[in-house]
């Protein structure tokens, strides 16, 4: 048998932690001969739509609606943006042609969906009563990933991007927007009990095309930061390079002012990384492919605890619960518990013969709370509230996590064998971000605008170079 | 304003009814500068969602696990098997590198999924407890169609193409598996109130690395047929081209034996094909974006009709009935009605200040039935039971359908003028099928094996040649 993930320590080795985690979990293979592309296997898959369906509810919630826009975009489109196009031009796969014959044009299979939106909304937009425009779609979307692959986490086919777009009528209602999905976003990344820094970019690092971004940034048991999600204002570059106007009030034409925010499966990485320890994957309930394991405790001629663990599953299923029996005679109950805790399963039900005579179930937390023994007829309330107990359970694990992996560096001088992200003071300026990088050999990702740990003042402290600091910057090595 | 589909009958010209309606409905836009490759409005692809959803829970019901296969399919791998190469070279888009830069290999977009997921099955299946293995994937697929593309019925990127493929130990088991494929299949096409003939495809006309398969056939309007799904059983060729092996009770490894089926957007067409009509789409309930548009009959001053109309709505919304109110008071009922019937919504409730004072309702069906009268405490079991009429009805109109585009030509003589399928006797052999193919000028799809209306035994005639006939052939000129 393989190797477990079980008993290795994944601030110690996240590599091997990480790898094992998803081939003993059975989420994904990685042994498909194409760098970054990689399979996705039942339990993994059910997990990430779980994952997915959060947020497109969100999105549909705040008016958000789904369409889909095709994946091969002619060069003649792609090309219209010119920072668009050499920011994603290089790390684009092209069609040119079949397997016999070869087109007179190229094609590029989408890495995003900017150019093939847009081309559009030219179409589409025409007054001011088709504002605002905001549509998602749920793709996936290729990139020619030059940096190091990692499954889930950095990929050349990315599953699942979530990517929304919106179109304004003036700048307000764009930053109204990016307040918005600001908003949406931290809902789904809290529902998933993750941890994260929101970072407004340098100006010198912002998406092709754009005007400036959000970024979502959490951190791995490596101590290499994740961008779990984008929030982008666009401005007027895509709606001038595509000629999208809209008549105003004022019989006159006016460019759109537009913003994107995208997550990938990627998140569903970061649920993998930040709660899964040494016995394996721990997923938050809401998006786990099997919420409660139920383990009869039993010799194969006790047919009353079949029966009876046969009816608990059948009660929790009623109401929608996510719930497997394990009832493979075989294999003994510490097998069982040791295998699903592995698998992520949030909460175990065990009966055995005392279960049946009492009525009751004895309930089990993935996290290694106390077991606590139930009425069956207290069951599905107390099933929910055990729901909560393991998310607040899961959000304190994380935010230590993320705090263990976060230094505050107050003083500009460097930092030995430092792992995890760093948090000092700045002035917002390049040449001041060119020596925090230098000092501490990782990127100034951007200036915090948002911190799951309060932040002293920045203006207590001054930069590199000795001036009155005025922002917190976030740097790290990202994935 | 542009054309409307109201007018317009649809088997006089079919072309320029289904681009009206398609255009009214907002369903599509086939504006997109890459032939064959088409958007999906919000309204549209929300009917797609909602038709894959029946046929994914069906899969679902009966064992098939989703899974996901990447997209880009290394020339090494998709050449494997010689038929497959050879039937989806040609036609399959081919990746040659970035923007800036060549690959060493090719890479082929999916065109179908056999080889990238048989390559993994060599590495899955090992013993006999690994069969049968049933998976299912919802991916678009590419295929650079030659013959002229039409909006959802003959396309390029094929959109949410939900193939099932899986693998067995014996060939008994395989044909099993093709039954039950033929049986999910029927519930679905039954689901949508689509007629189909099931064909057999003659040997010389299979898919490319197959045995045999089963096609389900129906026609649309302009009397061309339109194959909606396709169940292929596989038999050991791919088995033997990826050397998928697995070790049997008797120690022995074994190839396995393998099936596969799969149902594409297209179903969508044939909905709006075959259940449209002069006033635009119908949408049967199960996949109708909108079941029930809420139509308050009333004044701006009449605040109590509109209060009365939102609460209508809210004990529609409460048990999951899809529903829109339209309260647009610029608008008058009538162009309401007329715009809510051109979008294909099945029912339609009016209120107005009679309904307020009685607690009633007033209930239109799609199909122009005589409108009734409900008690507000009495809705729901009545919208559902309104439901199911308007499905009974919409399936007696398209079997009249079906049945006034197929004809029974039991003398191998031409016809003139001939819109429609042709069920003719037959043997069986090529060359017959030739000789029917030249009199009707048409193609042999199959053998009829299962027809939406009885048909006499074909022993009662005889073949071209004057051979006695021993199966119906079903000929057409397919999309």
Same mark, same amino acid.
Request: charged content about 30%.
């Given at each position: 048998?393989?190797?477990?993930?079980?008993?290795? %320590?994944?601030?110690?080795? $996240?590599?091997?932690?990480?790898?094992?985690?998803?081939?003993?979990?059975?989420?994904?293979?990685?042994?498909?001969?194409?760098?970054?592309?990689?399979?996705?296997?039942?339990?993994?898959?059910?997990? #990430?739509?779980?994952?997915?369906?959060?947020?497109?509810?969100?999105?549909?919630?705040?008016?958000?609606?789904?369409?889909? $826009?095709?994946?091969?975009?002619?060069?003649?489109?792609?090309?219209?943006?010119?920072?668009f196009?050499?920011?994603?031009?290089?790390?684009?796969?092209?069609?040119?042609?079949?397997?016999?014959?070869?087109?007179?044009?190229?094609?590029?299979?989408?890495?995003?969906?900017?150019? *093939?939106?847009?081309?559009?909304?030219?179409?589409?937009?025409k007054?001011?009563?088709?504002?605002? #425009?905001?549509?998602?779609?749920?793709?996936?979307?290729?990139?020619?990933?030059?940096?190091?692959?990692?499954?889930?986490l950095?990929?050349?086919?990315?599953?699942?991007?979530?990517?929304?777009?919106?179109?304004?009528?003036?700048?307000?209602?764009?930053?109204?927007?990016?307040?918005?999905? @600001?908003? @949406?976003?931290?809902?789904f990344? %809290?529902?998933?009990?993750? !941890?994260?820094?929101?970072?407004?970019?340098?100006p010198?690092?912002?998406?092709?095309?754009?005007?400036?971004?959000?970024?979502?940034?959490?951190?791995?048991?490596?101590?290499?930061?994740?961008?779990?999600?984008?929030?982008?204002?666009?401005?007027?570059?895509?709606?001038?390079?595509f000629?999208?106007?809209?008549?105003?009030? %004022?019989?006159?034409?006016?460019?759109?002012?537009?913003?994107?925010?995208?997550?990938?499966?990627?998140?569903l990485?970061?649920? @993998?990384?930040?709660?899964?320890?040494?016995?394996g994957?721990?997923?938050? !309930?809401?998006?786990?492919?099997?919420?409660?394991?139920?383990?009869?405790?039993?010799?194969?001629? %006790?047919?009353?605890?079949?029966?009876?663990?046969?009816?608990?599953?059948?009660?929790?299923?009623?109401?929608?619960?996510?719930?497997?029996?394990?009832?493979?005679?075989?294999?003994?109950?510490?097998?069982?518990?040791?295998y699903?805790?592995?698998?992520?399963?949030?909460?175990? @039900?065990?009966?055995?013969?005392?279960?049946?005579?009492?009525?009751?179930?004895?309930?089990?937390?993935?996290?290694?709370?106390?077991?606590i023994?139930?009425?069956?007829?207290?069951?599905? !309330?107390?099933?929910?509230?055990?729901?909560?107990? *393991?998310?607040?359970?899961?959000?304190?694990?994380?935010?230590?996590?993320?705090?263990?992996?976060s230094?505050?560096?107050?003083?500009?001088?460097? #930092?030995?064998?430092?792992?995890?992200?760093?948090?000092?003071?700045?002035?917002?300026?390049?040449?001041?971000?060119?020596?925090?990088?230098?000092?501490?050999?990782?990127?100034?990702?951007?200036?915090?605008?948002?911190? !799951?740990?309060?932040?002293?003042?920045?203006?207590?402290?001054?930069?590199?170079?000795?001036?009155?600091?005025?922002?917190?910057?976030?740097?790290?090595?990202t994935?």
């Amino acid at each position: 048998m393989a190797k477990k993930a079980i008993g290795i %320590d994944k601030y110690l080795d $996240f590599d091997d932690w990480y790898h094992d985690a998803l081939r003993e979990a059975d989420l994904v293979d990685i042994r498909y001969p194409v760098k970054g592309m990689i399979i996705w296997k039942p339990y993994g898959l059910k997990a #990430l739509r779980l994952t997915q369906r959060i947020l497109m509810d969100l999105l549909e919630k705040t008016g958000h609606l789904e369409a889909y $826009f095709p994946a091969l975009i002619p060069e003649s489109v792609f090309a219209r943006e010119r920072d668009f196009l050499e920011g994603f031009g290089g790390e684009s796969f092209v069609v040119e042609g079949t397997g016999t014959k070869k087109f007179n044009e190229r094609f590029y299979l989408r890495p995003t969906s900017e150019t *093939v939106m847009y081309y559009m909304w030219n179409l589409w937009i025409k007054g001011r009563r088709d504002l605002p #425009l905001k549509m998602y779609q749920v793709v996936n979307v290729f990139r020619y990933e030059t940096k190091m692959t990692h499954p889930i986490l950095r990929v050349r086919e990315i599953m699942g991007f979530i990517e929304a777009h919106t179109a304004h009528a003036t700048p307000e209602e764009a930053e109204a927007q990016i307040k918005e999905a @600001i908003g @949406i976003y931290e809902e789904f990344f %809290d529902r998933l009990q993750l !941890p994260y820094y929101i970072v407004k970019t340098p100006p010198w690092d912002t998406f092709a095309g754009a005007e400036y971004n959000y970024d979502f940034i959490t951190v791995m048991p490596d101590g290499k930061g994740l961008e779990l999600g984008s929030v982008i204002n666009l401005g007027q570059r895509f709606a001038k390079a595509f000629d999208i106007k809209y008549m105003d009030t %004022d019989g006159q034409f006016k460019y759109i002012y537009q913003t994107c925010y995208g997550v990938s499966e990627r998140v569903l990485g970061a649920v @993998i990384g930040i709660h899964g320890d040494e016995k394996g994957l721990f997923f938050p !309930p809401e998006i786990a492919p099997i919420q409660v394991v139920v383990v009869p405790i039993a010799k194969p001629e %006790d047919v009353q605890v079949l029966e009876y663990a046969r009816r608990v599953k059948e009660i929790l299923e009623k109401t929608g619960i996510r719930v497997f029996i394990d009832d493979d005679l075989e294999k003994s109950p510490g097998w069982k518990y040791y295998y699903w805790e592995m698998k992520g399963v949030p909460v175990r @039900i065990e009966v055995g013969p005392r279960e049946v005579g009492e009525k009751t179930v004895t309930i089990a937390r993935r996290d290694g709370a106390p077991r606590i023994v139930v009425k069956l007829d207290e069951l599905i !309330p107390v099933v929910n509230e055990v729901f909560r107990e *393991v998310n607040t359970a899961l959000r304190e694990r994380a935010l230590e996590h993320l705090k263990k992996l976060s230094i505050i560096a107050t003083s500009c001088t460097p #930092l030995e064998n430092l792992m995890g992200l760093i948090i000092a003071p700045w002035d917002g300026s390049r040449e001041e971000a060119e020596m925090l990088e230098k000092t501490f050999n990782k990127g100034v990702l951007g200036e915090i605008t948002e911190s !799951p740990m309060p932040l002293p003042p920045p203006s207590n402290y001054t930069t590199c170079s000795g001036r009155k600091a005025e922002k917190w910057a976030l740097l790290g090595v990202t994935y």
